[in-house]
């Protein structure tokens, strides 16, 4: 039933929002992969990030991708857990008191292993400059962990715009969407996360909005 609500929401709102309303232009849609599972890793400066990045895909493949989020944010009571969870399928993890109980590494391990496609934004919270923040180490663990599934690099810009932090009304700026190719890439930790960085660069400099 959930899988069949999600459908109906991007069918009858997100696209036609996302269209006419926000006029979200995409760049590189031939980049994205037609087999699961994959690994988008985005930058974040809106709520609407993960909504635009779900918007890609065909409306039969959403059941299968998990923007990863955070716990203490979606969680925070029943109402929010519930849209977040019928309407965008969250992966919810926790981001405070990591331990050994709480590590959200095995969540994503899970997932994956399951076949789910996932969405993480590896700054782990939204920017309100719209600069790049320094990206936590949970996406390097886990392509060190599954060097052969694709991880497609997505820099998005005016998000933060058309939905800033802290608001709840959508404003009307074109935002864009630049899908780079997929990446497999090896080495050190710190190696991983240098190039992923790279390609964000890469991305946001062949931005409308970077010339």
């Known amino acids: 039933m959930s899988s069949l609500l999600q459908i109906i929401f991007f069918a009858l709102l997100v696209r036609p929002l996302l269209a006419f309303f926000i006029g979200v232009r995409v760049r590189g849609l031939k ?26 895909f065909p409306l039969k493949d959403l059941a299968r991708i998990r ?16 849209f977040s969870h019928c309407f965008f399928n969250i992966l ?5 008191h990591i331990s050994r109980e709480h590590n959200p590494l095995p969540v994503l391990r899970e997932a994956l292993m399951r076949g789910e496609s996932l969405i993480i934004f590896p700054e782990g919270t939204r920017s309100v400059s719209g600069d790049l923040g320094a990206f936590h180490s949970g996406i390097a663990h886990m392509i060190q962990e599954f060097p052969q599934i694709p991880v497609i690099p997505v820099f998005m810009s005016n998000m933060g715009r058309a939905l800033p932090k802290g608001e709840f ?8 969407v630049n899908i780079g190719t997929p ?16 390609a964000f660069l890469k ?4 931005s409308s909005w970077s010339r």
């Open 169 to 176: 009304i959508l404003l009307p700026f074109i935002c864009e």
């Open 203 to 206: 991305l946001r400099g062949e």
């Open 31 to 56: 980049e994205l992969p037609r087999q699961h599972p994959f690994i988008i890793v985005a930058n974040h400066t809106s709520h609407l990030d993960a909504v635009a990045l779900l918007n890609l």
């Open 92 to 96: 919810p993890i926790e981001r405070q």
């Open 183 to 198: 990446v497999f890439v090896q080495g050190s930790k710190e190696d991983i996360l240098n190039a992923l960085r790279d």
């Open 67 to 82: 923007p990863v989020a955070a716990a203490d944010y979606f969680h925070r009571n029943a109402m929010v857990a519930w």
